[in-house]
């Protein structure tokens, strides 16, 4: 039995007439009636049963059918990925990003994907609350996500690169005050907070890389602020500790504006993932971009810029 046989079949069953079925498939009629009779005596099933007026699938016949509306398409989606294997892509691709993130890695790594694929579009939205992917009509997203987020059910991820909060101050804070060595010391220090909510306690959950179990951190300071820019400023300005993704600080680390403080802990809710809306068949320009970004970030770059300070 081979695509053409589940062609045939279905023919009939939608037409209800050999006559009809030939017509459809471009044949003549006694071929239609000569190749069923053929598959028929191959399968040793009767897979059609004729009436006066029409002829109609048997149990077997339904069950044939049923498989070759599937059987057919996965023909065709092969077929579609073949083509779309050695064609150019090209189309838009629309992205959602955090403005961190998206301003410093992620929008000149898609400038050089889109050198390389003139004829693909891609739209950056740049913004501080993940948009339903799927609803709003976006083929993807570059978030820092935490494993077992809410929503995640409704999306597929790929970890595009590892990455962690750390603990920073600058030199000029630590000569005022020495650095922590626990974290109960920790929550007695001014600590800056990026403040994500109207909520006035800050909590911080950090481990150590051996950790099964985060620790909950009560921290307290004089500052904070919704801009997790601002609160870096403050930070190289020595006004406190602060807890910032190493993508973003990798610079001040290496040039020793900043120094990490409790070296050993971080906290680990910071990987960058790529999260898409699930769907049938991924177009390939938009595949294309997520395996163009593992490459660039799977080694996480912003890691090479740091200096050695052991842990």
């Known amino acids: 039995m081979d695509r ?8 009939i069953k939608d037409a209800g007439s050999l006559t009809q079925a030939a017509t459809r498939l471009r044949l003549s009629a006694p071929v239609v009636t000569k190749r069923l009779a053929a598959l028929e005596s191959a399968l040793g099933l009767k897979l059609f049963f004729r009436t006066t007026r029409r002829i109609n699938p048997t149990a077997e016949g339904d069950v ?14 092969t077929e579609e990925a073949l083509r779309d294997h050695v064609r150019e892509p090209a189309g838009p691709i629309r992205l959602a990003a955090t403005f961190g993130f998206g301003r410093i890695w992620l929008g000149p790594a898609i400038a050089r994907f889109q050198a390389l694929h003139t004829a693909v579009r891609v739209e950056l939205q740049l913004t501080e609350k993940l948009p339903d ?12 996500w ?21 603990l920073v101050a600058a030199p000029s804070y630590l000569k005022k005050r020495p650095a922590p060595l626990t974290l109960a010391e920790l929550g007695q220090h001014e600590c800056l907070v990026v403040r994500e909510s109207d909520d006035p306690t800050y909590t911080w959950q950090l481990s150590r890389a051996r950790d099964k179990k985060a620790s909950a951190v009560h921290v307290q300071g004089s500052l904070s602020c ?7 400023d403050w930070c190289l300005a020595g006004r406190g500790i602060m807890l910032r993704s190493l993508w973003d600080i990798a610079p001040q680390i290496a040039s020793g504006a900043l120094v990490r403080v409790l070296p050993s802990y971080a906290m680990r809710d910071a990987d ?25 970030f799977h080694g996480a770059p912003w ?9």
Do not use: H
Request: aromatic share 8%; charged share 25%; with cysteine.
């Open 4 to 11: 053409t046989d589940l062609e045939l079949v279905l023919a």
């Open 64 to 77: 044939l059918c049923e498989r070759a509306v599937g059987l057919l398409a996965q023909f065709a989606q």
């Open 133 to 144: 992917l799927g609803a709003d009509g976006y083929d993807g997203a570059v978030w820092l």
């Open 146 to 166: 935490a494993p077992g987020a809410s929503r995640v059910s409704q999306w597929s991820a790929r970890k595009l690169a590892a990455n962690e909060r750390v």
């Open 226 to 232: 919704n801009s997790g820019e601002l609160v870096r």
């Open 272 to 296: 960058i993932q790529w999260l898409a809306p699930f769907r049938a068949q991924t177009p390939r320009r938009v595949r294309l971009l997520s395996d163009f970004l593992y490459q660039e």
């Open 303 to 311: 890691a090479v810029k740091i200096k050695s300070q052991g842990r």
